[in-house]
């Protein structure tokens, strides 16, 4: 058990939150809207944990940077201005959260989804203040697998990267935990699979929010 931990991190897309079908529908309405030709959600999810950028890139095959800069500026804003009406918390996720901190640990999210719209999503389907620390794609900040956001925010929680851990669906988050020394925990229920967590050398599987919770020695929460 990991009961000794003292700091969380979360992926967002995949992890915390359902965000598939809000990520695809916002890509297909801006490619229709530069009468290109709608991408599936499979399609699609090839493209999805590397950055908005990047899956505006994939959707698009767009090799020349302004015209990809210029698609992308337009995805964002179509992204952030939605109500995001698909998008759902997976089951438990939020209870364990809870559960998380009133045991004394700082619970962070660390994204590569933009800045602007991880608060949104987390003040709506979370609660305002709810994380100690938010840290997704900002101006001139670089992208996970980088583990620069848990090394900023354990410096200002003041602890240790030794004493946390990371929680993603994807291996991408599994090397940033990896890249940070820290142990990846993977889960299953996300945008990736778990043989694909596994290859990625994730430290413990886990398949829903029970197993989450009993992880750290928490109660079950369904």
């Given at each position: ?161 030794a ?22 925990i ?22 829903d929010?029970?197993?989450?919770a ?9």
């Open positions: 058990m990991l009961n000794q931990i003292e700091g969380v991190f979360f992926d967002m897309d995949g992890t915390l939150l359902n965000t598939l079908d809000d990520i695809c529908d916002s890509i297909n309405e801006t490619l229709t809207r530069w009468g290109l030709p709608n991408k599936s959600n499979e399609t699609l999810l090839h493209y999805i944990g590397w950055g908005a950028k990047h899956l505006c890139k994939g959707a698009t095959g767009f090799e020349d940077e302004a015209q990809l800069e210029a698609f992308h500026k337009e995805y964002r804003q179509t992204s952030l201005n939605r109500n995001d009406p698909k998008t759902v918390a997976y089951r438990g996720i939020p209870e364990v959260v809870s559960l998380l901190k009133s045991s004394g640990k700082k619970v962070g999210i660390y994204t590569n989804k933009p800045q602007a719209w991880t608060e949104k999503l987390a003040a709506h389907y979370f609660g305002e203040k709810v994380f100690d620390g938010i840290y997704g794609v900002r101006e001139g900040g670089v992208l996970k697998p980088s583990p620069e956001g848990i090394t900023l925010m354990c410096a200002e929680w003041g602890i240790e990267p004493k946390t851990v990371m929680i993603g669906d994807s291996p991408v988050d599994i090397e940033t935990a990896h890249n940070a020394g820290i142990i990846g993977g889960c299953t229920w996300g945008f990736r699979s778990k043989s694909q967590l596994e290859a990625a050398g994730a430290d413990y599987l886990v398949e929010a029970n197993a989450l009993q992880l750290f020695g928490l109660s079950p929460v369904f």
